[in-house]
């Protein structure tokens, strides 16, 4: 299978029509209608529905569709690094890390490390989960990535065995809540079986998430919650934790804020913090000169 024949099937699938997006990918029709059904034999599927006008995909189609689309794209970006790379240029190295660390963490590590003309974010990566971020390094999408990471034991099912890391930070996650009209706690732990705490949590497969269950399940104390949303941002949960529609755990840093001003309060003690490392990734087989003299300036590596 070609990647170009991925590009024809999602230019047939916007045209929905043989000869534009023949016309559109630069080849005859006849060629393309022929790669079109090499396609369809090497998925061993229908993938258009040539009965209707215009075209159709089947359901085959377009789920096939979705994965063109995030392969081609894949392709593009690796394709534009490794111009880059063979180019020889000297370039500015791409960090992945958490929404909520762009604004709270990194460019104070940025200033403190030096490295402000040298390493720019990698806003893609501001709505991906933890396994999402060890991909990337592998596809070489990025050159690092900024993780929030567990100090306790955590069952995670990530592979980052084809990574170093180094820890360049620390973090806690604390439980907070807002204020009632009376100006009272609304939520503290560990809530009751009869009245269990409304609960704005983190993804099950996340790592902030699995960070929290896996602390809950080693306190001798049995807790009470009730999940009332899920919500991969820090910032969206701390949005509603203001508006009162519950508790969570948040990034000290995201809220110490509000704390001080008195708009969120601690809905529990220090036994229900979460803490964090901040582990710094790259991947073992992406190696060029700017990224290799960037990581021997850190601290000897982990992992």
Not at 213 to 225: E, G
Not at 261 to 274: E, N, P, Y
């Amino acid at each position: 299978m070609e990647i170009r024949w991925l590009e024809d099937f999602i230019a047939l699938a916007r045209t929905r029509h043989f000869s534009r997006a023949a016309d559109d990918q630069n080849v005859t029709q006849p060629t393309f209608s022929r790669r079109i059904k090499l396609l369809e034999e090497e998925m061993g599927v229908t993938l258009i529905n040539r009965q209707t006008l215009p075209l159709s995909l089947t359901p085959a189609g377009e789920e096939f569709l979705t994965l063109c689309e995030q392969v081609t794209e894949r392709v593009r970006l690796t394709r534009d690094r490794v111009r880059e790379i063979n180019a020889g240029q000297q370039r500015r190295i791409m960090v992945a890390a958490p929404q909520s660390l762009l604004p709270h963490f990194l460019p104070e590590w940025l200033a403190a490390t030096g490295w402000q003309d040298r390493v720019q974010p990698y806003l893609r990566a501001t709505g991906w989960v933890a396994n999402d971020y060890f991909q990337a390094l592998a596809r070489a999408e990025c050159d690092l990535a900024i993780c929030y990471w567990p100090i306790g034991r955590c069952d995670l099912e990530i592979d980052t065995s084809a990574c170093n890391y180094r820890v360049i930070g620390h973090e806690r996650l604390i439980p907070v809540t807002g204020l009632n009209p009376e100006g009272e706690p609304r939520a503290l732990l560990p809530g009751s079986r009869h009245q269990p705490l409304p609960w704005l949590a983190y993804p099950k497969r996340g790592l902030l998430g699995s960070a929290v269950k896996a602390h809950l399940a080693r306190l001798p104390q049995t807790t009470y919650l009730t999940a009332q949303s899920e919500n991969l941002y820090a910032a969206g949960i701390k949005e509603l934790v203001l508006l009162g529609y519950g508790m969570s755990w948040l990034p000290e840093r995201n809220v110490a804020a509000e704390l001080a001003q008195g708009t969120l309060v601690r809905a529990g003690d220090s036994r229900w913090d979460v803490p964090m490392e901040l582990r710094l990734y790259r991947h073992q087989n992406h190696r060029h000169a700017e990224l290799d003299s960037l990581w021997s300036e850190l601290a000897p590596p982990r992992g």
